[in-house]
């Protein structure tokens, strides 16, 4: 089982990004999959959770209106898209799955497969 996560980088205030995180080894469909972020000096935030049948979906408040979670089954990827970026969502995001619980909804009770994390700087 493995995570790749990708799409960060440099976004002035205002712009977007769309976070990539590529499975292996496991279907994606039949797990939850959660984004989580951890800027400087914090702790790791938990953004959004995806249930396999996207009936127990959410994402935290303080992006809702912004950022969206979403899978593609075909290229067993989940996305993170990120609009109107702000200097606060500055952080590492890290995609993670839990293998554990086929059907699983969100939140899960942990996550055992955690991506390398990428990272998004929104300066101008």
């Known amino acids: 089982v493995q995570l790749q996560a990708s799409g960060g980088g440099l976004v002035q205030p205002g712009g977007s990004l769309r976070l990539s995180c590529a499975a292996s080894g496991f279907n994606l469909d039949y797990y939850v999959i959660g984004w989580f972020r951890q800027a400087p000096g914090q702790e790791r935030e938990g953004v959004s959770c995806?249930?396999?049948?996207?009936?127990?979906?959410y994402i935290v408040d303080s992006v809702k209106g912004r950022f969206s979670i979403s899978r593609d089954s075909a290229k067993n990827t989940a996305y993170l898209q990120m609009n109107f970026l702000e200097p606060e969502d500055t952080a590492v995001y890290y995609c993670?799955?839990?293998?554990?619980?086929?059907?699983?909804?969100?939140?899960?009770?942990?996550?055992?497969?955690w991506g390398q994390g990428t990272l998004v700087t929104v300066s101008s």
């Open positions: 995806m249930s396999h049948n996207d009936d127990s979906n």
């Open positions: 993670a799955t839990d293998t554990t619980t086929p059907g699983g909804s969100c939140p899960p009770m942990g996550y055992n497969y």
